[in-house]
């Protein structure tokens, strides 16, 4: 049967007391109860003759519902072993990469250290090249002023 609320089943009882009236609701009430009553037993019948003829062809058909019902546990504990693993490896990889990280950053001073050098010798040499250039600006302009008085 459907599914009623208090409130539902309140309104429909008024109703009901309203329509047929205080004197016939117990002969009502009766009523429904007897049509509750044949409506539980038709369906009880139905089902034991069901099962009487069918029985024969239903029982396989039960019996790989049950089957693919112990298939599909495997498959899901499986699903969970192989979700596990992956975790697990996951977290393992994780763990190498802060490893290789902590390796790389600690071999990183002596790197730096080493790049710092490379600059350092870089704008020595920009610089003795900025005053070579400088110096040799510088005697080009003198030359072409000693020879702009000549």
Do not use: H, Y
């Not at 089957?67 to 693993?85: F, H, I, P, Q, Y």
């Not at 977290?91 to 790389?104: G, H, P």
């Not at 990183?108 to 040799?136: Q, R, S, Y």
């Amino acid at each position: 049967m459907g599914n009623f609320s208090l409130s539902e089943i309140l309104v429909i009882a008024l109703v009901i007391l309203v329509v047929f009236g205080p004197e016939r609701l117990p002969e009502m009430s009766r009523k429904a109860g007897e049509l509750v009553r044949k409506g539980r037993t038709m369906i009880s019948d139905l089902r034991r003759e069901f099962d009487a003829e069918w029985g024969d062809v239903a029982q396989p058909l039960k019996d790989v519902r049950d089957e693919v019902r112990g298939v599909k546990a495997d498959l899901d504990s499986s699903m969970t072993a192989l979700n596990e693993d992956i975790a697990k490896a996951k977290r393992e990889l994780e763990a190498q990469v802060a490893e290789t990280k902590k390796d790389i950053e600690a071999q990183l001073p002596g790197v730096e250290a080493d790049a710092d050098e490379v600059d350092k010798t870089a704008a020595d040499e920009a610089d003795e090249v900025d005053k070579t250039v400088a110096d040799e600006a510088d005697e080009v302009d003198k030359t072409d002023t000693d020879e702009v008085d000549e």
